[in-house]
């Protein structure tokens, strides 16, 4: 007698709560979206409108496309940024992933754990200026200290041009990501193998699993979501690359290494091609945001 | 019931308050920082970092003194200053009361009209101590020379006041060789003669874009070859111009430097300053910033400064590379500015100045024995400047056409394509760019 | 048994070497950095490269500190940084509190989190000179809430990640136990979520500042005096075309590496468990 109605009352509680809550939520969250929304289109809408204007202001229509698209060095730019992510991402994701397992593995001193964190934070925090101009101390020929090292250590006896050889620079340009990016990777892989449950790894060895079959069916699938995430942040990178390639090859030789972000920002302030540099970035911000949706799909979601 | 919600309602609104308090709190603290004041109290100069500006920053706080004007000076890189003066321009921007500008700058700015006529407006006369070039670079539309389609017919008003009086030269170790090149042919032969192991015989400034293309204009010119002829026609692709980015990148590309392709300025100096290259073009910034500076340098006194040695046209031309000051349309205290550069350029404080370092225009000083002592490449920057060298052509697209041509060089340079091939792209490149630009083509 | 005990060992031999030479590799350029400055001037125009600097000396930081003035940046710096910090994460907990809390349709939180996502790819490049027009209209170039208004916005995605990260690792029941007790949703957050997520909160801010401290391109061209320029723009001020002044450079390197390496050091734990943006955890 007593239970019955305590429990009718609190479901219509639960309701009615459940409406304000709803309220609440909307009430909350609205004005924050829309501010946000509304800070994000205005820029969007100013690009599109350049993106079809001339200098004085009147609309010529897709002109602006055409000459952006004519451009041959356009074509230049994507192959760069395209090999500088093809060399980078693979590159970044292995060692990132090799160097959490091994340091989780292997490493249980909780003393060194925390000196590899510290090493590890470390390239997140130098500004990326500094990282060029060391880059540039360490690549540059003549006082470049990679090749008084290696001819120290009698393994080259003629000097390399480490950035005036197109092969050479762009691996220069690409080392120096992997050199900052690498640990972001490592740490948040590294922070996913920590949630492995001990149980399931455990029951794993006792059937006997190997080293492979433990990574294989156990840590890569937990780790899985968060693949899909570095790739996404380090894909919307890509289009950040600014500082280093700048300070280190400034986009030579000749436009090997100038990549996509040096080429718009070449187009804006050394051509102050206004239209041409707005459409620019209107392919650009079209072509991401397709493929966004099509990563999307595959970001981890659904279980929400 | 009514009253709790009523409640929670009250509390839900204080709770986004607390939160969003912080802005209107931050916006109010940072919007307070531009009082309006009739009297000019500071005056803000964007200027250049490095060689260039040092000089500035040490007579500015005399000035100061004297007048009680607050001088602060902002610096940015060489790259950067030109976009942050042409972003603050488009902006119309009051934050910078004076800017220094690389003299090809000035058809961009002259063009948007960023500027404060300063003849007209303050009254700047020519004076007859400093070569008409000088003042020539810092008018608007160019008095010689071709003049864009678009600013022809302007009436010309004098905007920059040259305040460091670069023009590019040449140096080599005249402890090595007793004889000056007197052309280009010289300097090859000088090149091969003296190379050895880890001493180079030439060294070619050859970073893609601006320092590729200063390096190699003078030897373009000396050789009969141009960017434009006076009809703005494209002439990169033309025999001599082809003739002149081969000697550079394949004659003498052979005594050069390994890496060639990535050595900008300050790597050139280092490699002249610890004794490790015979010869290359240089401006006067990098002589008193690093070959000839104490503690640095290991061949002080050893380089001798000519002017620009003769190529096949018969004529060797040097590179005017001015920097000006200009007065921005922005500024607010445009008389006390206009005050500083009428103090600065007064024969007393030039020479203060340039015994702090700075560049002379005045062919006074660049003559004074005493100043010559400490600064040895002034006969040959006298002679430069009385020779009308060149000025790199009076566009607006200059930048553009820089980055193109800069580029090409550095491909050649490189070894990444022929002289022939990439000059001929380039010269494509530019035609397109300058059509669009509403040149004749 | 001492087979498989010797292979253990010889793993964690390979292990170890792997690690150190990694560590050597890696640490170079860092090395690199702070031995460039400790360098003088004259030391650098050395005909040979010194591995050890002869003379090692501390000008470098005097000179970028005090006579180029860099304290009025770094202070510049701390106020942009810190604001954008408090303004992402209100706005932060605004978006993710309703999420992960209050029963809101899925479809809606999956859109919020897929949109919020979607602004980490609005490539910068290509909307500064819009957002340069906007701080131009509004007439706030040359002063701080420029920047700290477009940081806030650009750090968002992350914040709204780790902060609905750490919100859901946080049992609903906790707070539903204090409004069965009474009590209003405020005070349920205020005493009961906001504790339990501070460490969290902290770990976000901590990456926040961090991020916001390096930005460049924006600073760039939305100041224009010390006024409100940070630290990064007067660090590239230092990148000249005939000067050699590594040493400055690369002390102004390690200058702003202190401050956010101190904070990450502090927040260590929590960063770690919030770089995983709690999607591991929510299978």
Same mark, same amino acid.
């Given at each position: 007698?007593?239970?019955?109605?305590?429990?009718?009352?609190?479901?219509?509680?639960?309701?009615?709560?459940?409406?304000?809550?709803?309220?609440?939520?909307?009430?909350?969250?609205?004005?924050?979206?829309?501010?946000?929304?509304?800070? +994000?289109?205005?820029?969007? +809408?100013?690009? +599109?409108?350049?993106?079809?204007?001339?200098?004085?202001?009147?609309?010529?229509?897709? *002109?602006?496309?055409?000459?952006?698209?004519?451009?041959?060095?356009?074509?230049?730019?994507? *192959?760069?940024?395209?090999?500088?992510?093809?060399?980078?991402?693979?590159?970044?994701?292995?060692?990132?992933?090799?160097?959490?397992?091994?340091?989780?593995?292997?490493?249980? *001193?909780?003393?060194?754990?925390?000196?590899?964190?510290?090493?590890?934070?470390?390239?997140?925090?130098?500004?990326?200026?500094?990282?060029?101009?060391?880059?540039? &101390?360490?690549?540059?020929?003549?006082?470049?200290?990679?090749?008084?090292?290696?001819? *120290?250590?009698?393994?080259?006896?003629?000097?390399?041009?480490? &950035?005036?050889?197109?092969?050479?620079?762009?691996?220069?340009?690409?080392?120096?990501?992997?050199?900052?990016?690498?640990?972001?990777?490592?740490?948040?892989?590294?922070?996913?193998?920590?949630?492995?449950?001990?149980?399931?790894?455990?029951?794993?060895?006792?059937?006997?699993?190997?080293?492979?079959?433990?990574?294989?069916?156990?840590?890569?699938?937990?780790?899985?979501?968060?693949?899909?995430?570095?790739?996404?942040?380090?894909?919307?990178?890509?289009?950040?690359?600014?500082?280093?390639?700048?300070? &280190?090859?400034?986009?030579?030789?000749?436009?090997?290494?100038?990549?996509?972000?040096?080429?718009?920002?070449?187009?804006?302030?050394?051509?102050?091609?206004?239209?041409?540099?707005?459409?620019?970035?209107?392919?650009?911000?079209?072509?991401?945001? &397709?493929?966004?949706?099509?990563?999307?799909?595959?970001?981890?979601?659904?279980?929400? | 019931?009514?009253?709790?919600?009523?409640?929670?309602?009250?509390?839900?609104?204080?709770?986004?308050?607390?939160?969003?308090?912080?802005?209107?709190?931050?916006?109010?603290?940072?919007?307070?920082?531009?009082?309006?004041?009739?009297?000019?109290?500071?005056?803000?100069?964007?200027?250049? #970092?490095?060689?260039?500006?040092?000089?500035?920053?040490?007579?500015?706080?005399?000035?100061?003194?004297?007048?009680?004007?607050?001088?602060?000076?902002?610096?940015?890189?060489?790259?950067?200053?030109?976009?942050?003066?042409?972003?603050?321009?488009?902006?119309?921007?009051?934050?910078?009361?004076?800017?220094?500008?690389?003299?090809?700058?000035?058809?961009?700015?002259?063009?948007?009209?960023?500027?404060?006529?300063?003849?007209?407006?303050?009254?700047?006369?020519?004076?007859?101590?400093?070569?008409?070039?000088?003042?020539?670079?810092?008018?608007?539309?160019?008095?010689?020379?071709?003049?864009?389609?678009?600013?022809?017919?302007?009436?010309?008003?004098?905007?920059?006041?040259?305040?460091?009086?670069?023009?590019?030269?040449?140096?080599?170790?005249?402890?090595?060789?007793?004889?000056?090149?007197?052309?280009?042919?010289?300097?090859?032969?000088?090149?091969?003669?003296?190379?050895?192991?880890?001493?180079?015989?030439?060294?070619?400034?050859?970073?893609?874009?601006?320092?590729?293309?200063?390096?190699?204009?003078?030897?373009?010119? /000396?050789?009969?070859?141009?960017?434009?002829?006076?009809?703005?026609?494209?002439?990169?692709?033309?025999?001599?111009?082809?003739?002149?980015?081969?000697?550079?990148?394949?004659?003498?590309?052979?005594?050069?430097?390994?890496?060639?392709?990535?050595?900008?300025?300050?790597?050139?100096?280092?490699?002249?300053?610890?004794?490790?290259?015979?010869?290359?073009?240089?401006?006067?910034?990098?002589?008193?910033?690093?070959?000839?500076? #104490?503690?640095?340098? #290991?061949?002080?006194?050893?380089?001798?400064?000519?002017?620009?040695?003769?190529?096949? /046209?018969?004529?060797?031309?040097?590179?005017?590379?001015?920097?000006?000051?200009?007065?921005?349309?922005?500024?607010?205290?445009?008389?006390?500015?206009?005050?500083?550069?009428?103090?600065?350029?007064? /024969?007393?404080?030039?020479?203060?100045?340039?015994?702090?370092?700075?560049?002379?225009?005045?062919? /006074?000083?660049?003559?004074?024995?005493?100043?010559?002592?400490?600064?040895?490449?002034?006969?040959?920057?006298?002679?430069?400047?009385? =020779?009308?060298?060149?000025?790199?052509?009076?566009?607006?697209?200059?930048?553009?056409?820089?980055?193109?041509?800069?580029? =090409?060089?550095?491909?050649?340079?490189?070894?990444?394509?022929?002289?022939?091939?990439?000059?001929?792209?380039?010269?494509?490149?530019?035609?397109?760019?300058?059509?669009?630009?509403?040149?004749?083509? | 048994?001492?087979?498989?005990?010797?292979?253990?060992?010889?793993?964690?031999?390979?292990?170890?070497? %792997?690690?150190?030479? %990694?560590?050597?590799?890696?640490?170079?350029?860092?090395?690199?950095?702070?031995?460039?400055? @400790?360098?003088?001037?004259?030391?650098?125009?050395?005909?040979?490269?010194?591995?050890?600097?002869?003379?090692?000396?501390?000008?470098?930081?005097?000179?970028?500190?005090?006579?180029?003035?860099?304290?009025?940046?770094?202070?510049?710096?701390?106020?942009?940084?810190?604001?954008?910090?408090?303004?992402?994460?209100?706005?932060?907990?605004?978006?993710?509190?309703?999420?992960?809390? !209050?029963?809101?349709? $899925?479809?809606?939180?999956?859109?919020?989190?897929?949109?919020?996502?979607?602004?980490?790819?609005?490539?910068?490049?290509?909307?500064?000179?819009?957002?340069?027009?906007?701080?131009?209209?509004?007439?706030?170039?040359?002063?701080?809430?420029?920047?700290?208004?477009?940081?806030?916005?650009?750090? @968002?995605?992350? %914040?709204?990640?780790?902060?609905?990260?750490?919100?859901?690792?946080?049992?609903?029941?906790?707070?539903?136990?204090? !409004?069965?007790?009474?009590?209003?949703?405020?005070?349920?957050?205020?005493?009961?979520?906001?504790?339990?997520?501070?460490?969290?909160?902290?770990?976000?801010?901590?990456?926040?500042?961090?991020?916001?401290?390096?930005?460049?391109?924006?600073? !760039?061209?939305?100041? $224009?005096?010390?006024?409100?320029?940070?630290?990064?723009?007067?660090?590239?001020?230092?990148?000249?075309?005939?000067?050699?002044?590594?040493?400055?450079?690369?002390?102004?390197?390690?200058?702003?590496?202190?401050?956010?390496?101190? @904070?990450?050091?502090?927040?260590?734990?929590?960063?770690? $468990?919030?770089?995983?943006?709690?999607?591991?955890?929510?299978?």
């Amino acid at each position: 007698m007593n239970v019955l109605p305590a429990r009718t009352s609190s479901v219509r509680v639960g309701r009615r709560r459940l409406s304000r809550d709803e309220r609440l939520g909307y009430l909350l969250i609205l004005p924050s979206l829309g501010a946000v929304f509304v800070v +994000v289109t205005i820029p969007f +809408v100013l690009v +599109v409108i350049q993106s079809i204007s001339s200098e004085d202001g009147t609309l010529i229509g897709l *002109r602006n496309f055409t000459r952006a698209l004519e451009n041959p060095l356009l074509y230049d730019a994507i *192959r760069a940024t395209a090999e500088y992510t093809v060399l980078v991402l693979p590159v970044e994701i292995l060692l990132g992933l090799s160097f959490a397992l091994l340091v989780h593995r292997t490493v249980l *001193r909780p003393g060194l754990r925390a000196a590899i964190y510290v090493l590890a934070i470390l390239p997140l925090v130098v500004p990326p200026v500094a990282i060029g101009v060391v880059a540039r &101390l360490i690549y540059a020929p003549g006082y470049g200290v990679l090749n008084v090292i290696l001819e *120290r250590l009698g393994l080259m006896h003629q000097e390399v041009n480490w &950035l005036g050889d197109p092969t050479l620079a762009m691996l220069a340009v690409a080392s120096v990501d992997v050199w900052q990016w690498t640990p972001f990777v490592y740490l948040v892989l590294f922070s996913g193998l920590q949630t492995v449950p001990r149980e399931s790894v455990e029951a794993a060895q006792i059937d006997g699993a190997n080293w492979w079959a433990q990574f294989r069916y156990i840590d890569l699938a937990y780790l899985r979501p968060l693949f899909v995430l570095i790739i996404f942040f380090r894909l919307a990178d890509v289009l950040r690359v600014f500082d280093h390639v700048f300070i &280190l090859t400034g986009g030579g030789p000749g436009t090997t290494t100038q990549l996509l972000s040096l080429y718009m920002y070449r187009v804006e302030f050394k051509f102050f091609d206004a239209g041409q540099a707005a459409a620019l970035a209107v392919l650009v911000l079209v072509s991401f945001s &397709l493929l966004y949706s099509l990563i999307s799909r595959a970001l981890p979601l659904e279980r929400a | 019931m009514q009253s709790i919600t009523r409640r929670e309602f009250v509390k839900r609104t204080a709770l986004a308050g607390a939160l969003l308090t912080p802005i209107p709190a931050i916006l109010e603290a940072c919007s307070t920082g531009t009082p309006t004041t009739t009297k000019t109290t500071k005056l803000t100069i964007a200027a250049v #970092q490095g060689a260039e500006d040092g000089p500035l920053k040490k007579v500015a706080p005399m000035y100061q003194s004297q007048s009680g004007i607050t001088m602060e000076i902002v610096e940015f890189p060489y790259d950067q200053l030109f976009e942050k003066l042409v972003t603050t321009f488009q902006a119309n921007g009051s934050s910078y009361d004076l800017c220094m500008m690389d003299d090809p700058w000035m058809p961009k700015f002259g063009t948007m009209g960023a500027l404060q006529p300063l003849d007209s407006n303050f009254g700047f006369t020519r004076d007859s101590d400093i070569p008409s070039i000088v003042y020539d670079v810092g008018t608007w539309p160019p008095p010689h020379g071709p003049v864009p389609p678009s600013e022809q017919g302007k009436s010309q008003h004098l905007y920059g006041i040259t305040i460091v009086g670069n023009v590019e030269m040449f140096m080599y170790r005249k402890d090595l060789a007793t004889t000056a090149p007197s052309s280009w042919d010289d300097v090859l032969a000088n090149a091969m003669k003296f190379n050895k192991p880890n001493f180079y015989g030439y060294v070619i400034r050859g970073k893609a874009t601006n320092p590729a293309s200063s390096d190699s204009l003078p030897i373009l010119w /000396s050789f009969g070859g141009d960017i434009f002829d006076t009809s703005w026609k494209v002439m990169l692709d033309s025999t001599e111009s082809i003739d002149a980015i081969t000697f550079l990148t394949q004659s003498l590309k052979k005594y050069a430097e390994p890496g060639a392709a990535n050595i900008d300025a300050a790597d050139r100096d280092r490699l002249i300053a610890i004794g490790q290259a015979f010869q290359s073009t240089t401006w006067p910034a990098e002589v008193t910033g690093v070959v000839e500076a #104490q503690g640095v340098s #290991q061949v002080i006194g050893k380089m001798a400064y000519i002017p620009i040695p003769k190529g096949p /046209s018969g004529k060797g031309l040097g590179m005017m590379g001015n920097w000006l000051l200009g007065i921005p349309k922005g500024s607010k205290n445009g008389s006390a500015a206009a005050d500083f550069i009428k103090w600065l350029i007064k /024969s007393d404080n030039m020479k203060t100045y340039v015994q702090n370092g700075g560049i002379p225009t005045r062919t /006074s000083l660049l003559n004074d024995p005493a100043l010559g002592q400490a600064n040895p490449y002034f006969p040959a920057l006298a002679q430069s400047l009385a =020779a009308q060298p060149n000025w790199r052509p009076r566009t607006d697209q200059w930048n553009a056409v820089e980055t193109i041509y800069g580029t =090409a060089v550095n491909q050649a340079v490189a070894g990444l394509k022929s002289p022939k091939d990439a000059l001929t792209a380039a010269a494509a490149q530019v035609r397109t760019a300058m059509k669009q630009a509403g040149y004749p083509s | 048994m001492s087979a498989m005990a010797s292979g253990r060992f010889l793993r964690s031999a390979l292990a170890a070497i %792997a690690l150190a030479l %990694a560590g050597v590799v890696y640490g170079f350029p860092l090395y690199w950095l702070v031995v460039t400055s @400790l360098k003088s001037k004259g030391e650098l125009f050395a005909s040979t490269v010194h591995l050890v600097p002869h003379n090692p000396t501390l000008a470098a930081y005097t000179s970028v500190l005090i006579d180029r003035g860099f304290l009025v940046l770094l202070k510049n710096s701390v106020f942009v940084c810190v604001s954008t910090v408090v303004i992402t994460l209100a706005t932060g907990l605004l978006i993710t509190y309703p999420i992960t809390r !209050l029963p809101l349709p $899925a479809r809606l939180r999956v859109n919020v989190l897929t949109w919020a996502l979607s602004l980490r790819f609005l490539p910068p490049i290509a909307v500064v000179i819009p957002y340069f027009a906007i701080v131009r209209t509004v007439q706030i170039y040359d002063q701080p809430i420029a920047l700290i208004g477009i940081y806030s916005l650009f750090n @968002l995605p992350f %914040a709204i990640w780790m902060l609905k990260g750490f919100l859901t690792e946080i049992p609903l029941e906790l707070e539903d136990a204090a !409004l069965v007790d009474g009590a209003s949703r405020w005070i349920a957050f205020w005493r009961i979520l906001l504790p339990l997520a501070a460490p969290g909160i902290m770990a976000a801010g901590i990456i926040i500042f961090t991020f916001a401290w390096s930005e460049f391109l924006f600073a !760039l061209i939305l100041t $224009a005096t010390p006024n409100s320029q940070t630290f990064p723009v007067g660090v590239q001020g230092l990148v000249t075309q005939f000067e050699i002044i590594w040493n400055d450079m690369a002390a102004s390197g390690v200058i702003a590496m202190a401050l956010p390496l101190v @904070l990450m050091i502090i927040g260590r734990r929590y960063i770690v $468990a919030g770089l995983t943006f709690g999607v591991i955890r929510e299978k």
